[in-house]
């Protein structure tokens, strides 16, 4: 079992884009929710799947579970999930040895852009990029679980600005 440890912002500016390495098209959806743990299914450039469980209520740190599963048993999921399937773009950029992934959402959800930072343990303190806004780990709002499976109670809620 792993253990993810993030911490969660949103975006103020494009700043991050030149630093940019890596990009992949996620589309993700879940198939359980409840507050203190959650069942996902992700796909990844239309090209490998995933089904995520995580458990925990910490705002930092869960424990997760990570399974490859086909492709076309993901999408099959994906079409039973609860809510919206979330799409977006993920950008990793590399920081004063940290990696930020940063999250261009599509879709319900076009114009709201997350940065995260996994940590090895909660002590860590990852230099803060410039382009960063507000912190928004342990608002559950921001949580990919909720914008997928509350979105529409919480439609005009969120703030997509940082």
């Not at 979330?86 to 999250?103: A, N």
């Not at 507000?134 to 709002?141: A, I, L, N, Q, S």
């Amino acid at each position: 079992m792993a253990k993810e440890i993030e911490r969660k912002f949103l975006v103020r500016n494009d700043g991050w884009r030149s630093g940019a390495k890596t990009k992949s098209l996620l589309k993700q959806g879940y198939i359980a929710s409840m507050d203190d743990r959650s069942v996902r299914v992700r796909v990844l450039d239309n090209e490998k799947a995933r089904l995520t469980i995580k458990i925990g209520r910490s705002a930092m740190t869960r424990d997760e579970f990570e399974y490859d599963i086909p492709v076309v048993d993901a999408e099959q999921l994906l079409g039973e999930a609860i809510g919206i399937v979330i799409e977006k773009t993920r950008y990793r950029v590399p920081h004063e040895g940290f990696v930020w992934e940063v999250d261009v959402f599509a879709g319900e959800h076009r114009g709201l852009v997350i940065a995260e930072v996994e940590m090895r343990s909660e002590t860590d303190k990852p230099s803060l990029p410039s382009w960063l806004g507000r912190e928004v780990t342990g608002d559950f709002r921001y949580s990919n679980q909720a914008l997928a499976t509350e979105f529409e109670h919480d439609r005009h809620a969120l703030s997509h600005t940082a």
